[in-house]
């Protein structure tokens, strides 16, 4: 996708290249250059359960120390450092 911009009579060298980057901003150029550069896989059901029920985990075991009286903080700084030992009951 080429942006073209010519320049209008009495135009400066300033109000052109101004033009030019609001043009080139909108197109999607770059962002389309730096998705093309730096690929990612999509992740496969496997990954995605795995993501999801770490969420999940992290979410249980912080509303539970939430309801004990702990900050947010607290808990989940504590539920990142043993989120592979806590137990999530799933659906009740």
Do not use: D
């Not at 998705?35 to 496997?46: D, G, L, Q, S």
């Not at 004990?68 to 539920?79: C, D, I």
């Amino acid at each position: 996708m080429r942006v073209k911009v010519k320049r209008k009579h009495g135009e400066s060298q300033n109000q052109l290249l101004r033009r030019f980057l609001e043009r080139f901003n909108r197109s999607g150029v770059v962002n389309e250059v730096r998705n093309k550069m730096y690929r990612t896989k999509k992740p496969n059901e496997r990954a995605k359960k795995e993501a999801r029920l770490y969420r999940l985990k992290l979410q249980y075991f912080i509303n539970q120390k939430m309801k004990e009286g702990w900050s947010f903080e607290k808990a989940y700084e504590l539920a990142k450092k043993y989120v592979s030992e806590i137990k999530y009951p799933g659906r009740e």
